[in-house]
């Protein structure tokens, strides 16, 4: 009824055909347009219901979990319960245990500190025995030394002597040596002076007579007088 007013009126009564046919086709468009959009939205709306029965059935599978895990907590809740209640009666016999093990520990302590001064006097006991005993070590070591230096230095002193008494034999031998060439020299000084001293003499003697001849001869043999000293003077040096 809303297109009537766009058909045209026909010459003999009645509506032009075009105009009823393209108003059924504009229908028919709009209508398969609008179904078509239905369509669009059911299966939008299909869609999102799939969607939503899948969040469903996952929201149920979580719930369903979580009962489980609620189950599973209270069970183990019931569980730590009584192994809270096994604990706490534990810890009490834990708490008695303790109280003894305190008593017997100060005990043990005071035991402790009575072995370490009798450890300690022992050690220092022990620490003085082993200074004696280090220093008669060393005693005996620095006599060893001694006794090693005092040898060393008395075979080095009978080195020493042996080799002085040879040196002064030798020097002995050189000095009996020197003593004899001396000896004989002076020897024969003594007999050379006394022959000299005695040639002296003879010359002397000699020249005295000689003058006590020319003396007592004539001037006719003064000419010959100088040759008879001559003669006479060469006889000592013989």
Known sequence: ????????????????????????????????EELENTRKELAREKAARQELEGKYAEASSQLTQCREQLEAVSG???????????????????KALNSELSVKRGILEENNRTMKK????LEDQQNSEKASFEIGEMMLEAK?????IIG????RAVLIRETAAREAKKAAEKLSGVRQQLSQAGENFRKYSVDVLRSLQDLDQQLEHSQED????????????????AETAGKPQE
Do not use: W
């Open 1 to 32: 009824m809303e297109y009537g007013d766009k058909f045209k009126k026909a010459v003999f009564g009645g509506f032009d055909r075009d105009d009823v046919i393209r108003c059924f086709e504009e229908m028919n468009a709009r209508n398969t």
């Open 76 to 94: 183990e809740n019931e569980e730590r319960k009584t192994r809270l209640e096994a604990m706490q009666k534990e810890m009490q016999s834990l």
């Open 118 to 121: 009798r450890i300690q006097e």
């Open 144 to 148: 060893k030394t001694a006794d090693h």
């Open 152 to 155: 060393k230095a008395n075979d």
């Open 214 to 229: 020319l003396m007592k001869e004539d001037p006719a043999e003064e000419s010959r007088a100088p040759e008879q000293p």
